[in-house]
């Protein structure tokens, strides 16, 4: 296996849909320079008493979950040794470093004193006690290690590019100024070229040791995601409010994951008319229904030792939530214990989305509708606060579209071929 | 190959899972906080209380724009009247309520940071922007180190830090006992020393505990029999005497285990000594490099150090 196995996906980048998202990223990134210009309440419904919105809600607590399909692949391929997968993991790692980077992007906007985030790497302001002091450094981490993870597509592209498009340009642009090209330019591209084919394989000897620290630094935030509302222990309603809030997060974002690196595939493939990857896929929903399974036991009988189980069937406002996130995490579990059903692309799709939406519920329901700071107090997010998170949404989709067309993400289709009749045969042994 | 790696795996997942468990019930010693008594604070007494404000004008007028906090400008500023705030706000440290029952039962209450003595916002603040000082006792906020995360308002049981949601560059505002004001000046909170009827009482907390006790005592009837401030969330150093129930005055029934114990704890627990996450790194390496070698013994080819260095299956 080696870089072979991934392709580009030959289609136009300009679509239609390319159009729709840069408008919605566009009108996200013009309310992102309101609220800079006019302050947080300017567009925001954010008070006092809910001081955490959706930005932190969605973009950070739930984004970055969804955006654990890197690790949750990381650790299927590299810890649970089935190589086979590997083909996947470079658009799964791609998503995942979208997904955190415009988390920490998030975070940028939302947070107050943005010119002080410096602070987080002088030791005599750390404060070890703070859960955020975390879950901060070791997403800025991740981010890291993500873009290493992904920096062999770049490589390998830039390896063996003939800068087409870059010399097209650079005539164009030379013509139109009436001038003739330089050499030296040519031989700054030829100079980049050689860096890149010097460094890949250096990175390819020490990137195991990154991969793996890309799963123990998603292992440690996302359960200190779980930390952050431990010390709400008045406002968080005590459905969600445990001690085992940080194992929670856990568990929760690698079925999460798994579901989404499912997802990804099945829109991917619809969307870009590749056939769809139904063995790889259906081998990995067997895994997430024993992690649900584990999670839902836990979130059980930490209700029932706490005394709260009335509470959980009460049927008022929290009891509803929590109903529902209960449920569509069970519903979709049940469908995936199915062995029949894993094998139809449908309701892989139906299962994975259940899962996915209930998994995302319980951080809305821990970040935001579990919480209540006290009488008087009401928060429902503003359009503009919408907007500036379906702008960073949108750029993600865009992003992945578009990179997808120009480096090596997807996997390569007749490697597909190869891997189907090696899986047959692992299955068969 | 399928099994061992399983095994390994849920090994790991074990492992992580019993140092979660080990936090609900590991307590060090070391890590309880002994409340400290010879810390300043205030107490006051809702029932001495007239709802003057004088107390809010006095504090807007000391602290308005300069010492710690040198955005505050009082909304009242521009064009010099007086606009009562409705809540503390951005711009309001501390106010005056009336909870009305009945024409019979209402009761004055005064809002301002409680000083605790074991503070969630300095628990969760991730670069020590909110402090508590030692020596005396109280909860400071320094903006240059704040980057405006508002973790302390989410911690803040009495929803006292304030954000200023209208500025672009807005800050963190909360009670410092006039720390750079007033205390500095004259050694007193500039509420305390305006309050005409002795509502407010300004001094160290063994002597404010000692004088509500003394009140409690000569005065059956008066007072709800309890010291609000004085076990809650491990102690305060701002102390509340009332005839009215607590919680009907907008001060939430609290326990006394400080809320910052039970997650430092569980943190604690999860990072000590950094070993957690570095014996998760090491185990990690070891079976993902294992994995990786096995995987190239059984191709039979690509070895990790290639003639052409592709440096195995990992990419």
């Known amino acids: 296996m080696s870089h072979d196995e991934y392709q580009k996906h030959d289609a136009k980048i300009l679509t239609p849909s390319f159009i729709v998202l840069l408008t919605l990223t566009l009108i996200g990134f013009a309310l992102v320079a309101v609220r800079f210009i006019k302050g947080i309440g300017a567009v925001t419904n954010m008070s006092d008493g809910y001081p955490w919105g959706i930005w932190i809600t969605y973009d950070v607590a739930t984004g970055t979950a969804i955006a654990c399909g890197g690790y949750a692949m990381a650790i299927l391929i590299y810890i649970r040794n089935h190589m086979h997968y590997h083909p996947m993991i470079r658009s799964a790692i791609l998503t995942s470093m979208f997904g955190y980077g415009l988390a920490g992007f998030s975070v940028m906007v939302d947070v107050g004193r943005p010119w002080n985030a410096y602070n987080f790497f002088i030791p005599s302001k750390w404060q070890l006690n703070s859960a955020m002091f975390e879950v901060a450094l070791c997403v800025m981490a991740y981010t890291t290690v993500l873009l290493m993870e992904f920096l062999p597509a770049v490589l390998t592209t830039l390896e063996k590019t003939e800068w087409k498009t870059l010399q097209l340009l650079l005539d164009m642009l030379y013509s139109r100024m009436g001038m003739k090209r330089p050499e030296r330019i040519g031989d700054r591209l030829d100079k980049v070229k050689d860096l890149a084919a010097w460094a890949k394989p250096r990175l390819d000897k020490v990137l195991i040791f990154i991969i793996v620290l890309g799963i123990t630094l998603p292992t440690m935030h996302q359960s200190s995601l779980g930390s952050l509302l431990l010390i709400a222990s008045t406002k968080l309603h005590p459905l969600w409010h445990t001690g085992f809030l940080p194992l929670l997060f856990l568990i929760n974002c690698m079925f999460i994951g798994y579901s989404i690196a499912i997802l990804e595939s099945v829109i991917s493939c619809y969307a870009f008319k590749r056939p769809f990857e139904t063995k790889e896929l259906s081998g990995m929903a067997r895994i997430i229904p024993w992690l649900t399974v584990i999670w839902l036991s836990v979130v059980v009988g930490d209700l029932a030792w706490r005394g709260q189980l009335g509470a959980a069937v009460s049927f008022d406002f929290y009891s509803r939530f929590f109903l529902l996130e209960f449920c569509l995490v069970a519903g979709g579990s049940l469908l995936m214990f199915s062995g029949k059903k894993r094998e139809s692309i449908r309701w892989l799709f139906v299962s994975a989305a259940l899962i996915v939406l209930g998994g995302a519920l319980y951080r809305f329901n821990v970040y935001l509708i579990g919480f209540n700071p006290g009488k008087g107090w009401h928060y429902f997010p503003a359009l503009a606060e919408l907007l500036i998170t379906v702008g960073i949404v949108a750029f993600e989709i865009l992003g992945y579209q578009v990179i997808v067309k120009i480096l090596p993400v997807l996997p390569k289709l007749h490697t597909r071929k190869q891997l189907d009749s090696e899986l047959g045969l692992a299955e068969k042994a | ?315």
Not at chain 2, 81 to 95: I, K
Not at chain 2, 234 to 240: A, D, E, R, V
Not at chain 2, 268 to 292: E, Q, R, W
């Open chain 2, 1 to 315: 190959m399928k099994k061992p790696s399983r095994r390994q795996f849920f090994k790991i997942m074990g492992a992580t899972g019993a140092a979660l468990l080990a936090g609900r019930s590991g307590t060090s010693a070391s890590e309880l906080h002994q409340v400290n008594n010879d810390t300043i604070g205030m107490l006051y007494d809702a029932t001495k209380c007239v709802g003057c404000k004088a107390c809010m004008s006095a504090c807007k007028r000391v602290n308005s724009d300069y010492g710690s906090l040198a955005y505050e400008q009082a909304s009242f500023d521009s064009d010099g009247l007086w606009d009562a705030p409705q809540d503390l706000s951005g711009s309001t440290r501390t106010l005056i309520k009336l909870f009305k029952e009945s024409d019979k039962e209402w009761s004055y209450v005064k809002y301002s940071c409680m000083h605790c003595q074991k503070p969630s916002c300095v628990s969760v603040c991730p670069v020590s922007a909110m402090t508590r000082d030692k020596l005396t006792g109280t909860v400071d906020y320094n903006k240059d180190a704040c980057i405006g995360c508002r973790y302390c308002q989410i911690a803040c049981a009495f929803n006292i830090p304030k954000f200023q949601w209208d500025k672009a560059i807005p800050q963190i505002v909360k009670c410092d006992l006039c720390k750079n004001t007033n205390l500095l000046k004259k050694g007193i909170t500039a509420c305390a020393e305006t309050c005409p009827v002795g509502a407010i009482m300004f001094g160290k907390r063994k002597e404010l505990l000692e004088e509500a006790n003394k009140r409690l005592r000569e005065n059956p009837g008066r007072y709800v029999n309890h010291i609000y401030g004085e076990k809650e969330v491990g102690g305060t150093n701002h102390l509340y005497l009332s005839g009215m129930q607590f919680n009907k005055l907008g001060l939430p029934i609290l326990k006394e285990e400080a809320p910052a114990e039970f997650s430092e704890k569980i943190q604690h627990t999860i990072y000590k000594g950094f070993i957690a996450p570095v014996a998760l790194y090491s185990t990690l390496c070891f079976v993902a490099i294992k994995n990786m070698k096995k995987g190239q013994e059984s191709d039979g080819k690509d070895p990790i150090d290639g003639p052409e260095g592709q440096g195995g299956d990992h990419r």
